[in-house]
């Protein structure tokens, strides 16, 4: 174990059949497609973490996971628009259990002294990701998959940054069932 971790963010993994329905949407030629094992949905970006301090949050994650139900994926969008496209990710509908899931997370950070993310917890799936100077992708409608998004773990990720795009490592992980 290293003195520190990196770019380290708490998320959701999902399941293989979500996995395979977000794989299927059809992604722009010019965008960089998040790989099949790295898909997962952010509830809470920490930043540098100090070893003990992740430890601590990765023993503590076991008792802020619970079982959740199937979400509905509401779209898939560019942002921060189709003219200045940076993601193409799938948004899932707002529910009761992801603002619980939420006040959980943020609460733990607050009990073990770690920051708080300032930004509003917004469910999504990042799908694919452009270059900062992406031609814009025209105003397309993209069909959401048909499928509900079921999630299986709580996962404490650290993140390398790489030529190809970003890499995740799971440091701590705790099955929701």
Same mark, same amino acid.
């Given at each position: 174990?290293?003195?520190?971790?990196?770019?380290?963010?708490?998320?959701?993994?999902?399941?293989?059949?979500?996995?395979?329905?977000?794989?299927?949407?059809?992604? *722009? %030629?010019?965008?960089?497609?998040?790989?099949?094992?790295?898909?997962?949905?952010?509830?809470?970006?920490?930043?540098?973490?100090?070893?003990?301090?992740?430890? #601590?949050?990765?023993?503590?994650?076991?008792?802020?996971?619970? %079982?959740?139900?199937?979400?509905?994926?509401?779209?898939?969008?560019?942002?921060?628009?189709?003219?200045?496209?940076?993601?193409?990710?799938?948004?899932?509908?707002?529910?009761?259990?992801?603002?619980?899931?939420?006040?959980?997370?943020?609460?733990?950070?607050?009990?073990?002294?770690? %920051?708080?993310?300032?930004? #509003?917890?917004?469910?999504?799936?990042?799908?694919?990701?452009?270059?900062?100077?992406? *031609?814009?992708?025209?105003?397309?409608?993209?069909? #959401?998959?048909?499928?509900?998004?079921?999630?299986?773990?709580?996962? &404490?990720?650290?993140?390398? &940054?790489?030529?190809?795009?970003?890499?995740?490592? *799971?440091? #701590?992980?705790?099955?929701?069932?």
């Amino acid at each position: 174990m290293t003195d520190g971790w990196q770019r380290c963010f708490i998320a959701l993994a999902p399941d293989a059949a979500t996995r395979d329905a977000l794989a299927a949407v059809p992604v *722009a %030629p010019t965008a960089r497609r998040v790989p099949y094992e790295q898909l997962h949905l952010t509830v809470t970006f920490i930043g540098a973490l100090p070893a003990a301090h992740g430890e #601590a949050l990765g023993h503590e994650l076991a008792a802020r996971a619970v %079982p959740m139900s199937p979400a509905r994926i509401e779209r898939v969008e560019h942002w921060p628009n189709a003219n200045r496209p940076r993601l193409t990710v799938a948004t899932l509908a707002m529910s009761d259990e992801f603002v619980a899931l939420d006040w959980r997370i943020r609460s733990l950070m607050l009990e073990l002294g770690l %920051p708080v993310d300032a930004r #509003a917890f917004r469910p999504h799936i990042t799908l694919a990701r452009f270059g900062r100077d992406a *031609a814009p992708v025209g105003d397309v409608r993209m069909a #959401a998959p048909e499928v509900a998004a079921r999630f299986e773990s709580l996962v &404490l990720y650290s993140s390398t &940054l790489a030529r190809h795009g970003a890499r995740y490592s *799971a440091l #701590a992980s705790v099955p929701l069932a």
